[in-house]
């Protein structure tokens, strides 16, 4: 296990137990040598030895948001019955950008691992709730979004699925839709991204803009390191963007 907490360049706290520590130590055993289930129950058994004040120090780390980001990806990408090659690629791509090509090859390769695993959902977020704050939740939701949208065709099985993590996690339906509305090209999509109606007053407009700055702005996942304030940007841009053009739209 230390071994691969060097690949992962950086620290596990609370994705060392539950259900995301299980489906990463069984894909770490699947091409790590010498790796047993042993050796996952005596990490989980010291994560479940530590304070409740260390664990709480402890709380969505680089590598926590990287583990949780594998196992629900695993799950979104399989949500039509099949793995499509684009929408690895993508989280190839993904990696490499985050992460750099060392650490990103040594992602992967779990990741790989982690596909061919039959996981629950439900039991991964309420994991992932109970130690990740709102901002980093949604940050998972946008990346799983872009996952989807990799080979240009969105399943209906796959938004579902999307949807689904969305409810576990504790989203609700107008951050969905917020960060939805930023992969596609509809209309009123600058509006649902502001979490507004097209029936929204200047002045209304102006307030939702602010308040979505202050929820998407990337400070608010520091935390995660610089690697997934990359991603957050790109969410954050996305509202800016959906602002200007209503702006221009309504010459305000």
Same mark, same amino acid.
């Given at each position: 296990?230390? $071994?691969?907490?060097?690949?992962?360049?950086?620290?596990?706290?609370?994705?060392?137990?539950?259900?995301?520590?299980?489906?990463?130590?069984?894909?770490?055993?699947?091409?790590?040598?010498?790796?047993?289930?042993?050796?996952?129950? @005596?990490?989980?058994?010291?994560?479940?030895?530590k304070t409740s004040k260390e664990k709480q120090?402890?709380?969505?780390?680089s590598g926590d948001f990287e583990m949780s =980001?594998? !196992? @629900?990806?695993?799950?979104?990408?399989?949500?039509?019955?099949?793995?499509?090659?684009?929408?690895?690629?993508?989280?190839?791509?993904?990696?490499? %950008?985050?992460?750099?090509? /060392?650490?990103?090859?040594?992602?992967?390769?779990?990741?790989?691992?982690?596909?061919?695993?039959?996981?629950?959902?439900?039991?991964?977020?309420?994991?992932? %709730?109970?130690?990740?704050?709102?901002?980093?939740?949604?940050?998972?939701?946008?990346?799983?979004?872009?996952?989807?949208?990799?080979?240009?065709? !969105?399943?209906? $099985?796959?938004?579902?699925?999307?949807?689904?993590?969305?409810?576990? =996690?504790?989203? &609700? &339906?107008?951050?969905? &839709?917020?960060?939805?509305?930023?992969?596609?090209?509809?209309?009123?999509?600058?509006? $649902?991204?502001?979490?507004?109606?097209?029936?929204?007053?200047? &002045?209304?407009?102006?307030?939702?803009?602010?308040?979505? !700055?202050?929820?998407?702005?990337?400070?608010?996942?520091?935390?995660?390191? /610089?690697?997934?304030? $990359?991603?957050?940007?790109?969410?954050?841009?996305? !509202?800016?963007?959906?602002?200007?053009?209503?702006?221009?739209?309504?010459?305000?």
């Amino acid at each position: 296990m230390g $071994k691969f907490t060097k690949w992962i360049g950086a620290g596990l706290g609370f994705t060392l137990g539950g259900p995301i520590g299980a489906a990463i130590g069984f894909a770490i055993g699947s091409f790590v040598d010498g790796f047993s289930e042993k050796d996952l129950v @005596l990490e989980q058994g010291e994560y479940q030895q530590k304070t409740s004040k260390e664990k709480q120090s402890a709380q969505t780390q680089s590598g926590d948001f990287e583990m949780s =980001l594998l !196992v @629900l990806a695993s799950i979104v990408i399989k949500a039509d019955g099949k793995i499509d090659q684009k929408e690895l690629d993508f989280v190839r791509a993904q990696f490499l %950008r985050m992460y750099g090509k /060392e650490r990103a090859n040594n992602a992967f390769k779990l990741f790989k691992g982690v596909v061919k695993q039959n996981i629950s959902s439900r039991q991964v977020c309420m994991q992932i %709730r109970e130690h990740m704050s709102h901002a980093a939740r949604l940050q998972l939701l946008h990346f799983l979004f872009g996952i989807a949208k990799a080979d240009q065709l !969105v399943s209906h $099985k796959e938004v579902e699925e999307i949807r689904k993590i969305a409810g576990y =996690l504790y989203i &609700n &339906n107008s951050d969905y &839709n917020s960060i939805k509305a930023m992969f596609y090209n509809e209309a009123e999509n600058a509006y $649902k991204i502001l979490e507004i109606t097209k029936a929204a007053t200047n &002045n209304q407009i102006k307030a939702a803009y602010r308040k979505m !700055v202050k929820k998407y702005h990337p400070d608010r996942v520091q935390n995660l390191g /610089e690697a997934h304030i $990359k991603g957050a940007k790109e969410k954050f841009q996305s !509202v800016q963007e959906a602002y200007e053009k209503i702006k221009n739209e309504r010459n305000f």
